[in-house]
Structure formats: C-alpha cells, structure tokens
C-alpha cells in the first residue's frame, strides 16, 4: 500500500523529474485547462503512440495527470494542485520577489521628509 501512496503523491522530486522532460510539459500544456484522449494527445507530437503512453505514465505516476474512463477511453487532465510541493520547494529558494522589489524602489527612491524645519 506504501508504494501505491508513493505513486499516486505528488512528491517535489517526483514532479521535478517527471517535469524535466520538454514532452512531457508540452502535454501537461495540453490538459491544463481541458481533458484530453490519449490518442489526442500524441496526435499532437511527432514520438510513437508508445512513447507518448510512456510520458503520459510517469506524469500519472508522479501525481500530475488525472485519468479518466469514458467507455474505450482515457482522458486525462492536469492535477493543479499536485504542483503545489513544487512551489513551496522552490519558495523556500526563491523568496517573495514582490517584497524585495518593494525594498528595492523604496530603497533607489526614498519618499521626502514630511517633517517640517
């Protein structure tokens, strides 16, 4: 059951991996707003029916992709909310780029004195 757990979560080095590969983010492109059929989905590439199933796999397995029956077919779509590991992964890297913007216009441009002589 453990191992089920770790396939279906959206670990951050799972999903680092998974989006490392550029098909693989152009498919994640594809169902971000829309669920798509697997045959769709590798019309649109110039890789193997096979390789594309591939992708589609390890997307699914890193927590980035739902799957979804509709009699013969699968549709899948992004999991939005499977990036948020990633996020507050690179959060912890990247901190709040609006805060130091502020500090540094405040800093390159003080505001005048409003005391009076």
Do not use: N
């Amino acid at each position: 059951m453990a191992e089920r757990e770790h396939s279906t979560s959206a670990a951050p080095d799972a999903v680092l991996r998974a989006l490392a590969d550029p098909h693989r983010r152009d498919i994640l492109r594809l169902v971000q707003h829309d669920e798509l059929p697997a045959g769709q989905i590798a019309a649109r590439f110039h890789l193997t029916q096979q390789a594309v199933s591939q992708h589609i796999g390890v997307l699914k397995q890193a927590g980035l992709l739902t799957e979804r029956r509709e009699g013969t077919r699968r549709l899948y779509r992004l999991r939005h909310e499977s990036l948020e590991p990633v996020r507050e992964l690179l959060a912890e890297f990247w901190p709040d780029a609006l805060g130091r913007l502020k500090q540094a216009v405040e800093a390159a441009h003080p505001r005048p004195s409003t005391r009076k002589p």
